[in-house]
């Protein structure tokens, strides 16, 4: 299934591992907002953008080409310092520059990405502060399918040298994937469960996040991802001479039960097993007939021996 975009919808199922992508997405910009005026540019049901005012922007506007997302955005997340706009991310127009524009997993639905990046830097102040992501659909999809909602597939030298053509070359760039680790969290005493800061009840939730500590334990080189595996490539430009791009090294998990696997084929592993244990109990059962029969032969042949010595005997 493709989920382009979080539903906010009660009545869709809350999935803890796309949003945990999405929010990880706009973790880059973290760093770079306190107290700044943000674009977020393809902002779709809003999230991000409430995300982005809750973590210290002085102002967040969000701008989506679809009328219906933006109706979701101000329903959902609409509040002080947060505007949300429908727009064209190759057209976009202002008076006023931004400190900092985001703009995630949209240059590959953009069918004139020079326009849009042109656009871009149109609006961006200039000691301003541009990220852009891109999804690496070489992963997701084979050689001869694709998502049907990106016009363009991307490799990491593609996305690097399209955004360099107008943005110079990126101050940062990265990759991002799945990581697998352990976590020490709280348990109510009252019910002895959980606290409710790590327990979703929808996706509405993740703009409720508290902060929490990182450590990560280092991989063996032959283990760790690479342009060609990750799960999509992110830049950021700046020629603000004072920012610390240590700061966009950050993480963004959700707990699970120990032993579920989170991987998008689960279902396929599941059929899979369940195949082997049928050819499994279709194998006992042939080595149980063929045991039967060997067994009825032996006794034919005891009584093909026996009728013999009697034959033997008579003579």
Known sequence: ??????????????????????????????????????????CGEGYGSALLKQWGAKEVVGVDIS??????ARKN???????????????????????VIVSFETIEHISDPEAYLYSLKSVLDERGVVIISCP????????????PYHIRKYTFQDFIEQTSKVLLEPSVMGIATNVVGFGNMLIDPK??????????????DIVLQNEFDTLVS????????????????????????????KEVCCYNI???????????????????FESGEKMINA???????????IQERDAYILKLEQMVNELKSKD
Request: glycine share 2%; charged share 25%; hydrophobic share 40%.
């Open 1 to 42: 299934m493709i989920i382009e975009r979080l539903n906010f919808d009660c009545a869709t199922k809350y999935d803890p591992e796309e949003a945990s992508i999405h929010v990880a997405r706009y973790q880059l910009a973290k760093s770079f907002i306190k107290n700044k005026r943000v674009l977020d540019i393809a």
């Open 67 to 72: 009328e219906g997302s933006i109706l979701n």
């Open 77 to 99: 997340f609409s509040s002080e310092g947060v505007i949300f706009i429908c727009g064209n991310a190759e057209q976009m127009q202002s008076t006023e520059k931004f400190d």
């Open 136 to 147: 690496n659909d070489y992963w997701y999809y084979k050689d001869n399918e694709s998502n």
């Open 191 to 204: 019910d002895f469960k959980l606290q409710s800061q790590f327990v979703a009840n929808s996706a509405c």
């Open 218 to 245: 280092p991989n063996l080189r032959e283990n760790l991802p690479n342009i060609e595996n990750c799960l999509y490539y992110f830049a950021i430009w700046s020629l603000s001479p004072d920012i610390d791009f």
């Open 254 to 272: 959700f707990p699970i039960a120990p032993l579920k696997s989170n991987l998008s084929k689960i279902d396929e592993y599941k059929i899979a």
């Open 283 to 293: 194998r006992d059962e042939a080595i149980a007939s063929m045991e039967k029969m």
